[in-house]
């Protein structure tokens, strides 16, 4: 099957506005290096591949990153190595804090639940969020925390896991985050792998209106832990702390910890030193505990939020997240571009499905972020985001977490209107940034990205490994060195898991694990992902081409499409969440079938069709196909802990075995 894509754009700049965006004037800054013009839609992008010492030295220098450059931008090798600034010392901390140091503008807005009718739960200037950081760094350095050591984090988004996050690299720690709603094993799972000395915590949190306490999972966890020699809780008095540490555990005061009104002292360490611990979904397996190195987090993110989400001086972004999720390490490095910070804590859909938008809007967000499928529930839901771009100071809304659909993004674009930019963008915690993205200088259009990133060497390629001619669906992957290809995944010294992972199909090329197509304009659409594809009569289907197909359909709330073997073949099941007002009858079946064979191939026409009450997710609210999958052929289902509803798959496989 070839892939289809509109002629129209469904968003185009306003040329005088374009004209002053940063992805324009880091143009000019190129033109001005490179001794060409780089006007073209592709030149740009050109140039940062094809000169990333020249590429990367301008990053630099454009956002005057705080530390030691040394001469040397990048030293040519394969993948997966990668060496970026090896000259350079600096502390990923103090650039994002920079432009905050002496500043009483707001840093930082923490948005609770319902805070979009009623205002922000607490507002954070440049200078108390510096004293708080440097008041809790002095506090690890006190506790014997020394660069390279770990530091684990269980709290939800808001001023305190900032805060908490930023001490740890101050010292030069190693930090990782986890949202509280894990359970124990779960947060074990993860944690455990890196052997924190210092545990920061919060004992409960608030979600769908609701005080979730979470005393005894801290209890528990921390009896399974070892080497943890500090436990800093942020929201129980330690002298009447209902969680209990381990003997010879030192448990202090988040509050205490963080008032000592001091300025930080900022470790200067390599380019490379690592940084931040995520952690893969866990979804198809025990979680991967990616190490990515601090210089390469921040030159990629200023390239990432700065020019391609055009992201600045007096800028608000909110991007709603949990902190197991990259997107929380990603929108924090805003704070180096001098833009505030807006933390939304709890559910995205409290108590109403826009609530993240109107959350946005009360705090004065320039930016919003969500993922698609958040979108999708408010648009099948009815609701109405024509507020969003008629009123207040938004301009750009970025999608993620899984494929912005034709009609999903032909519906926000109206209910936008021309003066909101839509900037879905994609990549992963595997490197902590974007693969694929938009500019604000080009036109979108539905149903694709704008085209890769700057700086990285994005393709498709066929399954024999050749580049795939436009609108042939293929592998996304990455052909050269970037910043934030991980240091290495904690345990595995040799790098023979990192290689396997990412490289085993073809030698130093990165293989990201999406089915991808690009447009003959240059344009990138995400398919899915390759461990979902469906493997029909021999021929590959990305799941995401019959979710496109069904996305504006009446009767479908949300789907899922898995392979089942059946009959010594595959087979497609679909199941469906119906919608509030559709019916699941055998009309509505028939039309769906319709739609598929109409939009996709007669191939993509699942040969089952059921209803069932709910589709498993993840913590952070991506469908799993591959758990479904699994469970219905009665594998293992690896990471089960990850899903945060993990009774659907019982159910799923009750109505499937009864269609037998």
Same mark, same amino acid.
């Given at each position: ?6 002629? !129209? ?31 073209? #839609? ?22 005057? /990153? ?22 350079? !010392? ?79 690299? %101050? ?11 894990? +359970? ?17 915590? @919060? ?19 921390? +009896? ?33 910890? %963080? ?63 949990? %902190? ?31 609530? /993240? ?15 698609? @499928? ?102 996304? /992957? ?72 069904? @996305? ?43 739609? #598929? ?30 758990? /479904? ?32």
């Amino acid at each position: 099957m070839r892939a289809t894509h509109n002629e !129209t754009p469904t968003w185009v700049p306003d040329p005088a506005c374009s004209d002053l965006t940063r992805m324009n004037k880091f143009r000019l800054a190129a033109e001005a290096r490179a001794g060409r013009s780089l006007t073209e #839609i592709t030149e740009l992008h050109g140039w940062s591949i094809t000169q990333p010492q020249e590429f990367w030295s301008l990053v630099w220098d454009f956002f005057s /990153v705080q530390g030691v450059k040394g001469e040397v931008a990048y030293v040519p090798g394969d993948l997966p190595s990668a060496q970026f600034f090896p000259q350079a !010392t600096l502390n990923l901390a103090e650039n994002l804090l920079a432009p905050w140091i002496d500043s009483e503008s707001t840093a930082v807005v923490w948005m609770g639940e319902g805070a979009g009718t009623v205002g922000a739960r607490e507002q954070i200037s440049g200078r108390e969020l510096n004293r708080r950081v440097g008041s809790l760094s002095q506090i690890l350095r006190e506790r014997g925390v020394r660069p390279g050591d770990r530091v684990g984090l269980i709290m939800p988004v808001g001023p305190d896991a900032l805060v908490s996050l930023l001490a740890a690299l %101050t010292v030069g720690a190693i930090v990782s985050s986890v949202s509280p709603e894990f +359970g124990a094993p779960a947060i074990v799972d993860r944690l455990g792998q890196m052997s924190p000395g210092v545990i920061i915590a @919060s004992s409960s949190y608030q979600f769908n209106g609701k005080h979730c306490d979470r005393s005894l999972v801290l209890t528990e966890l921390l +009896g399974e832990l070892r080497g943890v020699h500090t436990v800093v809780l942020t929201d129980q008095d330690p002298q009447n702390s209902q969680v209990e540490t381990p003997k010879g555990c030192t448990v202090l005061d988040f509050r205490a910890a %963080t008032s000592r009104q001091v300025d930080p002292v900022f470790e200067q360490l390599p380019f490379d030193h690592p940084a931040y611990v995520l952690f893969s979904s866990g979804t198809t397996g025990k979680p991967k505990c990616l190490i990515h190195r601090a210089g390469g987090v921040l030159i990629k993110h200023l390239v990432e939020l700065g020019l391609h989400a055009d992201i600045g001086p007096g800028d608000r972004l909110l991007f709603y997240t949990t %902190t197991s999720w990259m997107m929380w390490n990603w929108q924090i490095s805003c704070l180096a571009l001098g833009a505030g910070l807006i933390a939304l804590d709890g559910s995205p859909t409290y108590p109403v499905s826009t609530a /993240v938008f109107d959350s946005g809007l009360t705090a004065e967000a320039t930016h919003i972020g969500v993922g698609a @499928s958040l979108l999708d529930h408010i648009k099948s839901e009815g609701q109405t985001l024509r507020h969003v771009g008629n009123a207040g100071p938004v301009r750009q809304v970025l999608v993620t977490g899984s494929p912005l659909s034709v009609s999903t993004a032909q519906w926000l674009a109206d209910q936008l209107g021309p003066r909101v930019m839509i900037n879905p963008i994609s990549g992963g915690t595997d490197l902590l940034g974007i693969f694929v993205g938009g500019d604000p200088t080009k036109p979108f259009f539905a149903g694709e990205m704008t085209g890769p990133a700057l700086g990285v060497a994005v393709e498709v390629y066929t399954d024999s490994g050749s580049r795939a001619i436009d609108d042939e669906p293929g592998e996304l /992957v990455c052909l050269a060195p970037f910043p934030t290809v991980p240091l290495g995944m904690w345990g595995d010294p040799d790098g023979s898991q990192l290689r396997n992972t990412y490289f085993d199909v073809w030698p130093g090329v990165w293989v990201h694990g999406d089915r991808a197509v690009r447009s003959s304009r240059g344009g990138i659409a995400i398919l899915g992902r390759s461990d979902a594809t469906l493997n029909v009569g021999g021929v590959r289907i990305g799941t995401a081409e019959i979710y496109s197909a069904l @996305s504006d359909h009446e009767n479908i709330r949300e789907c899922l499409a898995f392979g089942q073997e059946f009959n010594d073949d595959t087979r497609i099941v679909l199941l469906v969440v119906a919608s509030a007002a559709g019916s699941l009858d055998e009309n509505a079946k028939s039309d769906i079938r319709a739609a #598929i064979r109409s939009t996709c191939s007669p191939r993509h026409v699942p040969s089952l069709i059921l209803e069932v009450p709910d589709l498993p997710k993840t913590q952070t609210g991506k469908i799993s196909e591959i758990a /479904v999958r699994e469970s219905v052929h009665g594998r293992e289902v690896k990471g089960l802990t990850a899903l945060a509803n993990p009774q659907s798959l019982q159910r799923i496989a009750e109505i499937l075995k009864g269609t037998e």
